[in-house]
């Protein structure tokens, strides 16, 4: 897998399954039994990726949210996002798709 861009659209993976707990996103893959946290930065990034959504958009989502600048949260955000693809909690969606 190639490294995201801030171009590319991602989407929420539709197998996993996920619930709120008031502060955080549980997200259970079913197919591996992994279970994962997601708070803060990562919670909003989950929320973001609902319906596709470039990666771009949810950086200025999380400026909006949070006192950071832009290199630093291109660059954190672009390893996160990559990190949620690998485990496949995210799916990099079709050139083309709406986001």
């Known amino acids: ?10 989407v929420q993976t539709e197998a ?4 709120s ?12 039994g992994n279970c994962f946290s997601l708070s803060g930065s990562g919670r909003l990034i ?6 596709p959504v470039r990666v771009r958009d949810i950086c200025s989502r999380l400026r909006q949210h949070y006192k950071v600048d832009e290199a630093t949260c291109t660059a ?5 996002v990559n990190t949620l693809v690998a485990e496949k909690l995210l799916l990099v969606a079709p050139t083309g798709t709406k986001g």
């Open 46 to 51: 989950w929320e973001c990726a609902k319906q």
């Open 21 to 32: 707990t008031g502060t955080e996103i549980l997200a259970l893959d079913e197919q591996s």
């Open 16 to 19: 996993i399954l996920s619930a």
């Open 76 to 80: 954190e955000t672009l390893a996160y």
């Open 1 to 10: 897998m190639t490294d995201l861009t801030l171009d590319d659209t991602v």
